[in-house]
C-alpha cells in the first residue's frame, strides 16, 4: 500500500508541472486553426494537414495589400503552465523563418509574446526555450521586455507565426511542444 501512494504521489508531482501536445499521439492539431493576414485585408496563405505523427503547417506569404504573415494558434486559457520554466518544441522547418508565440489577450492590439525559431533546413531538431526569453511584441514591433513567471497564468493561446515580413514560400512540421 505505501508503495503505491508513492507511485501515485510521484506521478502527481511529476505530472503537475508539464504539459506535452504530441501530435503524433493525441491527434491535437484539430483544435488549432490558421488565421492569415487576410483578416487585415492581406493576401497570404497558409494551411494545417495533420499527418500520421505531426502537424504540417505551411502556406505562402503575400506582400500585397499591407500583407505578410501566415499563423497558426491553439486555444490554451484552460491550460495552466504556471510551473513550467521552459518549452521544448520538435520542428523542422523551410523557407520563411516562424516564431513560437504566446498571446494573453484575444484582441490583436494587445502586445503579446514570442521568440523567433532557426531555420532546419528540413532536418527535424529539438529545440529547448526558456519561457523568460520571450520577448514582448506590438503588433510585431518589439519592447524591451521579457515574459514574466506571473504572466503564464494570463495566457489565452499559443502559436507559430512567419517572423519575416517577406514575400516565399514556409513549411513548417511540429512533431510535439512540451512545456516543462
Known amino acids: 500500500m505505501k508503495i503505491q501512494l508513492i ?6 508531482i511529476t505530472t503537475q508541472d508539464t504539459l506535452k501536445i504530441d501530435f503524433g499521439k493525441e491527434k491535437e492539431g484539430k483544435y488549432w486553426r490558421v488565421v492569415n493576414d487576410g483578416v487585415m485585408g492581406g493576401l497570404s496563405k497558409g494551411t494545417k494537414k495533420l499527418m500520421t505523427n505531426s502537424m ?8 500585397e495589400n499591407n500583407g ?5 494558434r491553439y486555444p490554451f486559457s484552460d491550460k495552466d503552465i504556471s510551473l513550467c520554466n521552459e518549452v521544448e518544441i520538435r520542428y523542422k ?3 520563411i523563418s516562424l516564431a513560437f508565440t504566446i498571446a ?4 490583436w492590439y494587445v502586445p503579446n509574446y514570442k521568440i523567433r525559431l532557426d531555420d532546419t533546413s528540413s ?9 523568460k526569453d520571450l520577448r514582448k511584441y506590438y503588433i510585431g514591433k518589439p519592447i524591451n521586455e521579457t515574459l514574466k513567471k506571473e504572466t503564464l497564468k494570463e495566457i489565452v493561446s499559443i502559436g507559430f507565426i512567419t517572423d519575416e515580413k517577406k514575400y516565399g514560400d514556409f513549411e513548417f512540421e511540429i512533431d510535439y511542444i512540451k512545456f516543462k
Not at 507511485?7 to 502527481?12: A, I, R, T
Not at 505578410?68 to 497558426?72: A, D, H, N, P
Open 68 to 72: 505578410g504573415f501566415s499563423s497558426l
Open 93 to 95: 522547418s523551410a523557407g
Open 7 to 12: 507511485v501515485l504521489l510521484f506521478h502527481l
Open 104 to 107: 494573453v489577450s484575444r484582441r
Open 123 to 131: 532536418e527535424w531538431i529539438t529545440k529547448t526555450i526558456r519561457l
Open 56 to 63: 504540417l503547417f505551411k502556406g505562402i506569404v503575400s506582400l
